[in-house]
């Protein structure tokens, strides 16, 4: 018998063995992702209203992943899910709801290491504030949507899509809360809005810039992780079924106060002020919001403007009129923290005011309040 051979043969058995092993290895550790439908764009289809027309949320989240060029390769396990197939103005509490449940219970029973969610782009980013509040976890939890349909010539979903899996799979995206993956962009949730209605690249954020990117291999930050804070008020669900009414006044040059008189009659039971400039409005306004404070029913003053924040007793002393300033949360988000704040029974101002300042990662710090 030849020594020599047979030493060969044992080294290429072993060569295999350890190849076979490690193959094993990576199937086993592949990043478990949950992948959750809620409609939109991404998964839209041309119809017969026009040349360009289509109507979102058409096509199911399967039938999206199954189009995705060389998904095999993304080295993911991936399980998807259809929560709700609409377009995003029609997004609502039960949706929010039937997510915030699905990710707790994929979360505690452990069954995913990480949450994608695809979503229209007109409220996603109300979708992904709503969560960023809900939710008490580290796992990354990346919402995306896209600005064409499935059918068009150069559909962005499926890259989009695929940035999105690359952010949940990355590690460094554990304890950054709820973020936003957009055309190679990474946004928080507290800050990422649609910004165009018709640019790919349609997200931007409201402070600041973006936290990271992604390129072709993976997702990068442009600064380390800190930790999302816990929820000191976090709900229960599972009894709440709806959201207290918040209604937005907006205000604009001509303004009276009726608008604002009328939601209370309407029963709101907060409101949110979409102010000019620092969050201001007219007189007369003002003179509503006094009677809102008279019914105990809280007005929040965040501004029209697409970029900055709302300073608190700026041009008046808030106090004197019964409102609290949204610092850097635009209406659409203040509105839903507003309303998850009465839901747990908040109503006292200075509470409100503490809670709109934040404790998300990235969320501003005000001197005044610290
Ligand atoms: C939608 O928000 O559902 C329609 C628009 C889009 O997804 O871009």
Same mark, same amino acid.
């Given at each position: 018998?030849? =020594?020599?051979?047979?030493?060969?043969?044992?080294?290429?058995?072993?060569?295999?063995?350890?190849?076979?092993?490690?193959?094993?290895?990576?199937?086993?550790?592949?990043?478990?992702?949950?992948?959750? *439908?809620?409609?939109?764009?991404? &998964? *839209?289809? $041309?119809?017969?209203?026009?040349?360009?027309? #289509?109507?979102?949320?058409?096509?199911?989240?399967?039938?999206?992943?199954?189009?995705?060029?060389?998904?095999?390769?993304?080295?993911?396990?991936?399980?998807?899910?259809? &929560?709700?197939?609409?377009?995003?103005?029609?997004?609502?509490?039960?949706?929010?709801?039937?997510?915030? @449940? /699905?990710?707790? /219970?994929?979360?505690?029973?452990?069954?995913?290491?990480?949450?994608?969610?695809?979503?229209?782009?007109?409220?996603?980013?109300?979708?992904?504030?709503?969560?960023?509040?809900?939710?008490?976890?580290?796992?990354?939890?990346?919402?995306?949507?896209?600005?064409?349909?499935?059918?068009?010539?150069?559909?962005? *979903?499926?890259?989009?899509?695929?940035?999105?899996?690359?952010?949940?799979?990355?590690?460094?995206?554990?304890?950054?809360?709820?973020?936003?993956?957009?055309?190679?962009?990474?946004? %928080?949730?507290?800050?990422?809005?649609?910004?165009?209605?018709?640019?790919?690249?349609?997200?931007?954020?409201?402070?600041?810039?973006?936290?990271?990117?992604?390129? $072709?291999?993976? $997702?990068? #930050?442009?600064?380390?992780?800190?930790?999302?804070?816990?929820?000191?008020?976090?709900?229960?669900?599972?009894?709440? @079924?709806?959201?207290?009414?918040?209604?937005?006044?907006?205000?604009?040059?001509?303004?009276?106060?009726?608008?604002?008189?009328?939601?209370?009659?309407?029963?709101?039971?907060?409101?949110?002020?979409?102010?000019?400039?620092?969050?201001?409005?007219?007189?007369?306004?003002?003179?509503?919001?006094? /009677? $809102?404070?008279?019914?105990?029913?809280?007005? &929040?003053?965040?501004?029209?403007? =697409?970029?900055? #924040?709302?300073?608190?007793?700026?041009?008046?002393?808030?106090?004197?009129?019964?409102?609290?300033?949204?610092?850097?949360?635009?209406?659409?988000?203040? !509105?839903?923290?507003?309303?998850?704040?009465?839901?747990?029974?908040? !109503?006292?101002?200075?509470?409100?005011?503490?809670? +709109?300042? *934040?404790?998300? %990662?990235?969320? +501003? !710090? =005000?001197?005044? @309040?610290?």
């Amino acid at each position: 018998m030849n =020594f020599k051979i047979w030493k060969w043969r044992l080294f290429v058995l072993l060569l295999c063995l350890s190849f076979c092993c490690s193959a094993l290895w990576a199937e086993e550790n592949k990043p478990r992702i949950l992948l959750l *439908g809620t409609g939109g764009t991404i &998964v *839209g289809v $041309a119809n017969q209203n026009s040349p360009t027309g #289509y109507t979102a949320g058409q096509l199911t989240v399967e039938e999206l992943v199954r189009s995705l060029p060389g998904f095999e390769r993304l080295g993911v396990d991936l399980k998807a899910e259809q &929560v709700a197939n609409i377009a995003s103005q029609d997004m609502d509490y039960p949706v929010w709801k039937a997510l915030v @449940e /699905r990710i707790e /219970r994929a979360a505690a029973q452990d069954e995913a290491d990480a949450f994608v969610i695809t979503h229209g782009t007109d409220t996603l980013e109300e979708t992904a504030f709503f969560l960023e509040l809900a939710l008490d976890i580290d796992n990354p939890v990346v919402l995306v949507g896209a600005m064409r349909p499935t059918t068009s010539l150069s559909a962005d *979903g499926p890259q989009n899509l695929w940035e999105a899996i690359q952010v949940a799979s990355s590690v460094d995206s554990f304890g950054r809360g709820v973020l936003v993956s957009f055309a190679g962009e990474i946004f %928080p949730a507290r800050y990422a809005t649609k910004a165009s209605t018709l640019q790919t690249g349609a997200f931007a954020p409201t402070f600041g810039g973006a936290i990271g990117f992604t390129d $072709a291999h993976r $997702a990068h #930050y442009y600064v380390a992780s800190a930790k999302k804070q816990r929820r000191p008020w976090s709900l229960d669900w599972s009894k709440l @079924e709806s959201l207290p009414k918040v209604e937005i006044i907006p205000v604009y040059a001509g303004a009276g106060g009726e608008a604002l008189l009328q939601a209370l009659e309407r029963g709101a039971q907060g409101i949110v002020i979409a102010g000019v400039g620092d969050g201001n409005m007219p007189a007369s306004m003002l003179q509503a919001c006094k /009677r $809102a404070q008279e019914r105990g029913v809280p007005v &929040v003053r965040a501004t029209r403007v =697409f970029q900055g #924040y709302v300073h608190k007793d700026h041009e008046f002393k808030d106090s004197d009129y019964g409102t609290v300033a949204a610092y850097d949360l635009s209406p659409q988000k203040a !509105r839903i923290l507003l309303q998850l704040l009465l839901a747990r029974g908040v !109503r006292d101002l200075e509470r409100i005011q503490a809670a +709109l300042v *934040g404790d998300q %990662p990235g969320a +501003l !710090r =005000f001197a005044e @309040e610290e």
